[in-house]
Nanobody, 115 residues
Framework: VQLVESGGGLVQPGGSLRLSCVAS????????MTWYRQAPGKERELVAG????????NYADSVKGRFTISRDNRKNTVYLQMNNLKPEDTAVYYC?????????WGQGTQVTVSS
């Protein structure tokens, strides 16, 4: 299993970024995928999740209305569109494959929201 995130960077408050996670080594189209984040000094937290077909999504309260998770099963890729970013969104963002017992993590991509 390999999960490779990209798309992070430095953005000003109110700006947007789109994260991508390209997956390989498993049947992506049958898998639940999620995005987590970890800010300095804080525990890793679930940001958003999406079911295998892409029709069911869920979000942390802190990002509802600003972030959108989506997937393209033809490209084995899951996305996180982040709009109206705030300084408190600064964190390392991780893609995670969900399995019945545990899962697999990507290496993470840094998102920094600062003026």
């Amino acid at each position: 299993v390999q999960l490779v995130e990209s798309g992070g960077g430095l953005v000003q408050p109110g700006g947007s970024l789109r994260l991508s996670c390209v997956a390989s080594g498993f049947t992506f189209s049958s898998s639940v995928m999620t995005w987590y984040r970890q800010a300095p000094g804080k525990e890793r937290e679930l940001v958003a999740g999406i079911n295998s077909a892409g029709g069911i999504t869920n979000y942390a309260d802190s990002v509802k209305g600003r972030f959108t998770i989506s997937r393209d099963n033809r490209k084995n890729t899951v996305y996180l569109q982040m709009n109206n970013l705030k300084p408190e969104d600064t964190a390392v963002y991780y893609c995670k494959l969900i399995l019945p017992r545990g899962g697999y993590w990507g290496q993470g991509t840094q998102v920094t929201v600062s003026s």
